[in-house]
Nanobody, 126 residues
Framework: QVQLVESGGGLVQAGGSLTLSCAAS????????MAWFRQAPGKEREFVAA????????YYSDSVKGRFTISRDNARSTLSLQMNNLNPEDTALYYCAASQTIILSNLRSDKGYSYWGQGTQVTVSS
């Protein structure tokens, strides 16, 4: 049974930074595609960033491009999200997700990911 556990969320002032981490354990995940999604109160879950399984190439939503950086350590089975210049609109519950079968065209959809963490809360005050 694959488990994803996020950490690193918290309260930060606008303009500040946070780094989220996701640790994968259990099961047999072999270099999956891994991603971060977020969900703000009253809104649908949205794609934030992803690291493609074969190349490690990274993808970002337009709203975070240039401010967030996704990275992975395959040896430690961890995924990170460095978030800089945070603003109140980034306030959300952030989820780590993984899939070994997702196709590229579905990368930004949460429907294609098989494994999810429980989420870590990020709150940005103005």
């Amino acid at each position: 049974q694959v488990q994803l556990v996020e950490s690193g969320g918290g309260l930060v002032q606008a303009g500040g930074s946070l780094t989220l981490s996701c640790a994968a354990s259990g099961g047999t995940l072999s270099r999956p595609t891994m991603a971060w999604f977020r969900q703000a109160p009253g809104k649908e879950r949205e794609f934030v960033a992803a690291s493609w399984r074969t190349t490690g190439y990274t993808y970002y939503s337009d709203s975070v491009k240039g401010r967030f950086t996704i990275s992975r350590d395959n040896a430690r089975s961890t995924l990170s999200l460095q978030m800089n210049n945070l603003n109140p609109e980034d306030t959300a519950l952030y989820y780590c997700a993984a899939s070994q079968t997702i196709i590229l065209s579905n990368l930004r959809s949460d429907k294609g990911y098989s494994y999810w963490g429980q989420g870590t809360q990020v709150t940005v005050s103005s």
